[in-house]
């Protein structure tokens, strides 16, 4: 089985968020980043299958060099080699169509990706990669079994599960349960560095939206505690000084 | 009239008389990738197995869980750090093992079991096993399909280790010994399939070393100990009873237990360093965080300047700190380098580096472990009510911290050791004190330097102030030395006094060296909170150092002896006026914006 997993470069998710440059870009000072966590759902999967059934495993991220830690933090983990696109990951059509083009001609049975990014959070590269390639995609997918060239997914639904077989190739968006949480051991820690990172360009991409601001969330406001006694203030509140009732 | 020369070959305890270039140290902004990495896997460990069970591990209910999570961290690779490939480990160097322990420092109870484990338990095999001994204990160690302990300690004998009472007696046939007594405060001891053994064969003075199996029979063990803190750390008292240790489990030679224990715990000390320096760091950004969002009077607390106060101080000695351990262990690596590049068989090669830096060793055991003391103590004063709540996290920090002062030899025993080993040195002639300390006595004696033209360059003052507060230690070592000879070490005080001043001079050096070189890596602008941080510690060096100096001339001269030694402390301690608080607050409001600890 040969299985490509897609991996952000994303800011720890303790990091304070601030903007620079007339709040256009993300000021990364002092940033520690990850694998996007999801994504390292992802990556310990199909692990897992490599250790159960046998797999090759591929990563790869739209990224600059700064990224390669990163990347390989997924090869210490397991991942068999890895590519990087050289590009700045622009929007999500353009990271798609970066992905899709490398798998195209590739054979991957399986494409597994987180089911967002946890920095801007679209959820939409799956989509648009099985789109691209023409074949299934699936997310929010909580649990991933391989039986021939069969997969069944739990994936998760407003309230509930929902259970879906469908033949491989497909493209996944994974998210926790669906492997345990792996921590590189000191020997992938070690070999990581020998196994290979291929850099590719990028191809010629169009470009379907502009980025113009960002903007982060107004501060909290007060908190006001009231006692579990007196509801009728909680409603008053409520209606007239919050004004959400 | 300088006393203090340059040189490049660094040797143990010489910082105290020569100069250290900046580019020669090894400061933790240097990490390379694949050890953040390392470091990383540990915090993430932590993250996953530990801290969602801390309380769990606290009760001791499960007397698997440890041994569980040892086996664990012993899958992740994490027990062989030290131990070379051949033997299933990854042969790593001391700086790399010191930042494993450093980032499982916060692991609470479970950082004190695989201390144990990876570092007394298993380094005296590895130092002083012969290869039979090492092919058959080291790759289980490594693994953690065994588990050690070190017992040394007994009732009777603790700081006077030597002292220990239990006996190894050879059988008729010559197979085997006959081991009897009784040994205390063993940590691991509940879980422990290996023992590193103290025992005195037969009617010897000198202690020897045993590898003991728990499945050699004839051990027996009292219930776990209760203690203040590290609850969850298996402490045992452990008997021996006509335990059959077979003969080529003796460790090294005859009579050389002692020598053994000493230089075992040199690493011990080292590592132990490290470990409350991560321990510390982890505390800082508790109480960061709690200052952002604790509110009293309108405001966080954090915007308070008593709370900026102790924030900034937490950090700026935890940064110091952690400047001079890693500066040692690197050190200890390049000096094992060399050695072995001069033909030195690799273990051998390893404990002669670390007896070179024995002095440094256990200046940071006492430095390390008084940091975290601090910032455990004013953790708690941050969290106010919080902070004595059982249920909030500052509780088991403050508790926790206290051991670290008295095991691996009390702080006591470890600033009289400093001194009494610089001193030896001096005696043997490996380090010259004594021509710089006359130097510093001519220069008492003359007219003062004002030292105009010397205050050039990056860190000038800041160097002028070391250098004279090295001079202000030859001056009193000198002094005491002359006055009482051999009966120096009836004066403890005075010992305690003269460790001070080597401690704060060894650790204010490092943070120095680390941001002067910083400085050369990253640029002056992007280093000025690092400054602020290795300013403060300096400043109070000088100020600690000059308050223990008062006390230790009083004691050593009178009359105008005092009166010239006091006069030349003062012009050896003098600082310029510097705006510590701004200095502080600076720090704190740094600390403050990033949320946490955050100097990587
Ligand atoms: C430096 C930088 C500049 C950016 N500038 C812009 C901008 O100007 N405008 C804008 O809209 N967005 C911008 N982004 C955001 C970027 O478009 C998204 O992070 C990225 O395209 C993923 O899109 P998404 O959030 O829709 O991913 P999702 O669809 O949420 O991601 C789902 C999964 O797709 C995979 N995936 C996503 N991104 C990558 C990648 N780069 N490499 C490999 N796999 C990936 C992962 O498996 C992920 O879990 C920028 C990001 C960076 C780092
Ligand atoms: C939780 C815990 C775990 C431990 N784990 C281990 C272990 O795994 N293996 C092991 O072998 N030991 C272990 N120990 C023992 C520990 O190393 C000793 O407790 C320590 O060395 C001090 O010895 P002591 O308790 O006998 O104190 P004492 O030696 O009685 O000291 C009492 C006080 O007197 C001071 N003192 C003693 N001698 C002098 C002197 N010459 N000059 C000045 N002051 C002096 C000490 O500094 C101390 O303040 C552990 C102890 C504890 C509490």
Redo the contacts between chains.
Sequence with gaps: MKILVCITHVPDT?S?IAFTDGDTKFDSN?V?YIIGPYDDYAVARAVELKESQGATITVVNVGRVETE?TI??AL?IGADDAIRINAEPEDSYFVAKQIANVAKDSGYDLILMGRESIDFNGGVVHGIVGELLEIPSVSSVMKLDIDGNVAKIAREIEGGKEYIELEMPFVAGCQEPIAE?K?????G??T??SKPLNVVDPVDTDHLDKLVRFELPPPKGDIKMIDPEHMEELVSLLKNEAKVL | METIEQTTAIMGGEFLIKETEASTVFIPEEWS??Q???F??CK??LA?EVYPRLDEIDSQKDPELMPELMGKAG????L??SIPEKWGG?GMDLNTTMMIVDALGSGHSFVVALSAHTGIGTLPILYYGNEAQKDKYLPKLASGEMKSAYCLTEPDSGSDANAAKTRATLSEDGTHYLMNGQKMWITNGGFADLFIVFAKIEDDKILSAFIVEKSFGGITMNEEEKKMGIKGSSTRQIFFNDCKVPVENLLYDRGKGFKIAVNILNVGRIKLASSCIGGSKDIITTAVKYANERKQFGKSIGEFGAIKYKLAEMASRTFASESAVYRTGSNIDKAYDSYVNEGMEPAQARLKALEEFAIECAIMKVHGSEVLDYCADEGVQIFGGMGYSADAPMDRAYRDSRINRIFEGTNEINRLLTIDMLLKRAMKGRIDLMGPAMKVAKELTSIPDFGVSEDEGLFAKEKKALRNLKKAGLMISGAAVQKFMQKLADEQEILMNLADMLIEGYVAESALLRVEKLIGLRGEENCSIQTDMMRIYLYEAVENASRVAKEAIYAIAEGDEQRMMLMGLKRFTKMEPFNLKEARRRVANHLL????Y?F?
Excluded at chain 1, 183 to 187: A, G
Excluded at chain 2, 593 to 596: Q, R, V, Y
Aim: proline share 5%.
């Design positions: 303790t304070r002092g520690q830690p390989r933090k210490a949480w921590i590189p051991n000191m020997r820690i070690m990581a560095r | 990738e694949e953040k990495m390392i990383q896997t993430d460990f996953k899958k992740l690779g994490l062989g750090i990854y914006d990033k949320n946490e955050s990587k």
